[in-house]
C-alpha cells in the first residue's frame, strides 16, 4: 500500500517536471525570439537617435567633452532609447529565467528517475 502511493507520487512528480519543462521550453524559445527582435531595436534606437554620434565625442574630442561634461552628459542620456533597451532587457530576464527554470525541472525528472 505505501508503496503504490510513494509510487503514485513519484509518476505525477515525474509527469509535472515534463509538463512544466514543456511549457519553459515554449517560452524559452518565444524569449528567444523576442530578445533577437528586440536588440535589432535597440541597435535602430542608438544610430537613429544619435546616441552613436554623442558617444564618439568621448574618443574624438575628449577635451571638449571634458569641458563640457554635463551638457555632454545629458545629451547623451536625453538620445539613449531606453524603451528599446528596457524591451530588450526585460526579454533577457525572461529568457534566462525560463532557461533556469528549464534546468531546474530536468534535475527535478533526473533526481525522481535515478530514484534520489
Known sequence: MYGK?????????????????????????????????????????FSSSGFNNYFSLLFSDAGTVLVYWKEFLLSLIESFPLADFTAFLLMTFLLLGSIRLIIRNILVFNKSKHGY
Open 5 to 45: 502511493i510513494v509510487s503514485g507520487i513519484h509518476e505525477k512528480r515525474v509527469r509535472m517536471a515534463k509538463l512544466k519543462c514543456a511549457f519553459f521550453t515554449v517560452g524559452a524559445l518565444t524569449s528567444l525570439v523576442a530578445v533577437v527582435l528586440t536588440f535589432d531595436y535597440v541597435l535602430q534606437g
